[in-house]
């Protein structure tokens, strides 16, 4: 995807696509809940890699019959911080979300840039 205007909002799109079809095509009992959290840590990753990176990035969405796991790659191989919890902060709460969320989170180095994967429980009593 390059990072542009409407990279944000076409990620979400293509994750409730995803996960429509694989709940359709394998019968996985992804909740609505689980739709709505991938959507979010979509937004939320695709988010600090227009920010914080330059150039293209690449979604990827990988399905388990427990999780869904919502992976970004980017080039700028600094990896994420959450930062201390601040009520009084605005803006920059993105990774304090996705690590509330999921069930698993991972940032790790490529050779260029670095990949960061969320875990996000398909079912209602495996969500977070």
Known sequence: MEA???CIARGRQLAKAFLDQARADHGLPISQNAVEVTR???SEL???????????MILTLRV????VEVAVWDSNPTLPIARAADTGRVGQHGLEIVLTVAQGFV??????GKRVTA???LADHCDK
């Open 4 to 6: 542009d205007d409407t």
């Open 40 to 42: 979010l840590v979509v």
């Open 46 to 56: 695709i988010t600090n890699a227009v920010k914080y990176a330059p150039g293209p």
């Open 64 to 67: 388990t019959p427990e999780v």
């Open 107 to 112: 940032a790790q180095r490529e050779p260029v």
């Open 119 to 121: 875990r996000i429980g």
